[in-house]
């Protein structure tokens, strides 16, 4: 038996499972993290607590499982984090983490300053303050002393590599997710570094997401009570693993996840830009790519909701609010709700942006706002889609995972809006799992990283044309709502 142990580095939470060559799951276990939330701009996290959460999971999983068959351990890591390190590599900052919007004023100067559209096409991510581009750039205008200090700017898997090895080196997926790598030659952008103010000495060596490192520092061996290392693979970035852990390869299909955020991505063989800066796409492998949108405002609207609008803990409950709103017909009788509570990533990529409901009669009440909440939500993820589908329009089937797919009315409502087949993923953890799988082909267990892949397949829903109608025409007034009030919302 040959066993690989798939690690998530999640924002809150750190998973950790173990597959066999033969596709079974053989340990499913994870721990909270905590997050700083120090103001509504700024959310950190100790990247010293990150590293014992990680180290706690490794120990116990090492533990539990016959050592001499594990293979290998990869890594999936949630995008976008930040970390200044002296030349000891210790922290002189937390990390600084991806719903972090302090370096909006930046983000906007970089666009005025450069041709975004020529730029985009150089980096394959739009421009925005969820990047650690734009927080190096906010580092040194804002905090000159730490970033004259500083020998790297690096991410938390990127940490945690260096304190387990003693080398900074970050995967080309996580590097894309910066906003500073070429997509084509996979190396630092010299237009993105003089953007930054800063000479690629001061990033990590760029290496494939197989990349493995097989000297673990004796502390850490002594620690996991192994008698020798094992082999430790860099693996990729939490949304193009999910994509493989779920197992999207074909390009008539793509995954949606509402957890706290969401997102909607697809799997692609080549990368294939939007005309427009509205999309990612990040480098996997050769042949594999994975294109698609994250937003801010997923499952946190309907929690802010729930936290300020409702009169009891019972009427909170999120299982009760979402099962109250499917008394609401389709369209909450016109009521609109923009979700951009977190400003907004894609498609519109504006950290301004900020909610509104619109259309409210007196004969609205409070479920109908939860509802129109709910719809919301899909509407800007419906957003994504769409641009995803201007390049690739034969999109038949969405696999959805996430918190929200325990409610069959929420699931039933995106098939609705999508005008799509949605299969509910019963794969619990689609990243851990994805880095098993891709730690699977590192390994040489499989020759591809799409072989023996787990099936992901679980209840099927399948789209109402006439709930379809209705959304086709509430989302026209979604989007122009959004388009009249976008140049209002405030800069600060």
Known sequence: MAIIIGVDIGTTNIKLVAGDDKGKILLNQSCACPVM??????????????????????????????????KGVCFSSAMHSIIAVDVNGVPLTNAILWGDTRSKQQATAIKEKIDEKAFYQEVAVPVHPSLPLCKILWLQQEMPEVFNQTAKFISIKEYLFFKWFGKYIIDHSIAAATGMQHIHNLQWSKTALDIAGITSDKLSEIVPVTHTETALGKEYIRQFGLHKSIPFIIGSSDGCLAN???????????????????AVRITLSQPVLSEKPALFCYPVLKNLYVKGGAVNNGGNVLQWYAQNFTDSPGDGNYETLVEKAAAIHAGADGLIFLPYLQGERAPVWNASAR??????NSLHNKTHFVRAVIEGIGFGLYDVFCEIAKNNKHISTIYVSGGFTKSAFWVQMIANIFNKKVIVSDIADASATGAVQLGMYAAGLIKEVSQNKTDAGGQIFEPVREQHDIYREQFKKFCALYETLKHHFTTE
């Open 37 to 70: 939330q120090l103001s509504d701009k700024k959310i950190e996290q100790d990247p010293e607590l990150v590293l014992q959460s990680v180290n706690k999971l490794l120990q116990k999983a090492f533990a539990a499982l016959p050592v001499s068959d594990i």
């Open 244 to 262: 493989i852990g779920s197992g999207v390869f074909e390009e008539n299909e793509a995954t949606l996840t509402i957890g706290t955020s969401g």
């Open 355 to 360: 909610g509104v409901f619109f259309g409210i």
